[in-house]
Nanobody
Framework: QVQLVESGGGLVQPGGSLRLSCAAT????????MGWYRQAPGNQRELVAT???????NYADSVKGRFTISRDNAKNTVYLQMNNLKPEDTAVYYC???????????WGQGTQVTVSS
């Protein structure tokens, strides 16, 4: 039931940086674990990073040390700072909100990230 709107995607050269934002339209932001997932053409959607309301994080091994997830609970917004981008990071990135009870999820429409020279 929560609406999610991603922004910040685009075209960047290898080694560059982008910051994705996801704004959630909910009054109950605290009951959601927020996350970022990505899907490249022909591939399964995969976890990139998640963050609970209390600040616990989880990252895919492929992005550890390069990506950082954060959330501003007062603004109902989650971010993904992506540094040292690689061509294999090219994908559509989706914001996800999952209730801490019941495992119901909401998805944004996605934002395209293309890493290419």
């Amino acid at each position: 039931q929560v609406q999610l709107v991603e922004s910040g995607g685009g075209l960047v050269q290898p080694g560059g940086s982008l910051r994705l934002s996801c704004a959630a339209t909910t009054r109950l932001f605290s009951i959601y674990t927020m996350g970022w997932y990505r899907q490249a053409p022909g591939n399964q959607r995969e976890l990139v990073a998640t963050m609970t309301f209390g600040g616990s994080t989880n990252y895919a091994d492929s992005v550890k040390g390069r990506f950082t997830i954060s959330r501003d609970n007062a603004k109902n917004t989650v971010y993904l700072q992506m540094n040292n981008l690689k061509p294999e990071d090219t994908a559509v990135y989706y914001c996800n909100a999952r209730k801490i009870v019941g495992d119901s999820s909401s998805w944004g429409q996605g934002t395209q990230v293309t890493v290419s020279s």
